[in-house]
């Protein structure tokens, strides 16, 4: 750890490599961490001429697949040109002797996150559009051609969901600290009744409220964010991952379940999706399989930031706190099975 300035690098070789390759930057290099994020660590990096943002892999040792940093380059940079919000990508860097892992950077815009579907930050007339603006940058992303924007390569269209089934399930077995009979019994449940549905886009994988950045003072996303779980996939399990917090309480993640929503002016689930619909995102419902999916596979990523909390290389300080939350995500997947029984 840099005791100087809390970093968990130093900041001089980062530096001197900065002004190797971004000549004409003005004045000192001045580094803030970014707080809530909880996979890869985020750095503010600015100059007097520059402002950046630094993404970068955890230290210590990986789950497979997971982390990827320069899944995250290559796709802000195939959308750079298209009209899905994404932050403009600057550089990549593989080499682990600058800051000890692969890191790249982004310009840094002006925005603001607002991660609790509530909204308490934003006038209950206005809410409705935030979450419609959501389904449109979600519809958006959905409609772009890949292969267009030359991510041919970026992932396997096909057999979607049974692959990302068993991805899960080897994710949680890697990185379980305990047993839990919600998540077997969706590991049972899932591969067996996968839709027959095919279709395939470029998806975020991680799209939910808190991962866009919304203009200052408008219902405009000007940004998607975190895009280390992208893949080629089905357009549903975006929408479904979306959904999450409906089905979840205030207290878990930010949730919206149990609140009176038309007091508070937030669209229902089916309102949301059906603005989806309009934008021209995918004509089929969310069932109940995309949902249980979409819970499970959360509680899995959150399992993940326990272990790693576990080892302590987490990359926030509320690691032990979320990651307890994955048996809340675990039991609602199974709730949703129980009342479709």
Not at 165 to 182: F, I, L, P, Y
Not at 211 to 233: C, K
Not at 266 to 294: K, T, W
């Amino acid at each position: 750890m840099n005791a100087a300035i809390g970093l968990p690098f130093a900041a001089a070789p980062l530096e001197a490599w900065l002004r190797r390759h971004l000549p004409g930057v003005a004045g000192p290099m001045r580094v803030q961490r970014i707080s809530g994020g909880q996979s890869n660590p985020t750095f503010f990096i600015d100059f007097d001429n520059r402002a950046l943002v630094l993404r970068k892999q955890p230290p210590g040792e990986l789950l497979p697949s997971a982390h990827a940093i320069d899944r995250e380059y290559q796709v802000l940079q195939a959308l750079g040109d298209t009209n899905v919000p994404v932050p403009r990508a600057v550089l990549f860097c593989a080499d682990r002797e600058v800051i000890g892992t692969p890191f790249y950077l982004m310009e840094k815009l002006e925005g603001r996150v607002l991660p609790d579907y509530a909204l308490p930050e934003i006038a209950r007339a206005d809410r409705r559009a935030y979450f419609f603006a959501m389904a449109d940058t979600m519809a958006r992303l959905h409609a772009v051609d890949w292969d267009a924007v030359g991510l041919a390569g970026y992932g396997r269209p096909e057999n979607f969901f049974e692959r990302q089934v068993a991805r899960w399930t080897r994710q949680w077995h890697a990185s379980k600290g305990a047993e839990n009979a919600d998540i077997d019994r969706l590991i049972a449940w899932l591969p067996a009744n996968i839709p027959a549905d095919t279709r395939s886009c470029i998806a975020h994988g991680d799209f939910r409220l808190g991962n866009l950045m919304f203009h200052p003072t408008e219902p405009r996303v000007i940004a998607v964010l975190d895009w280390e779980l992208s893949t080629l996939g089905h357009p549903l399990a975006d929408a479904s991952y979306s959904c999450m917090a409906w089905h979840m309480a205030p207290q878990e993640f930010h949730g919206i379940r149990g609140l009176d929503l038309e007091a508070l002016g937030i669209p229902s689930q089916d309102e949301y999706l059906a603005h989806y619909r309009l934008c021209g995102g995918h004509p089929e419902a969310v069932s109940n399989f995309h949902m249980a999916f979409s819970l499970f596979r959360f509680a899995v990523i959150l399992e993940g930031v326990a272990a790693r909390a576990r080892q302590g290389i987490s990359a926030s300080d509320d690691a032990h706190e979320v990651g307890a939350q994955a048996a809340a995500f675990a039991r609602q997947a199974v709730s949703l099975l129980e009342d479709a029984a």
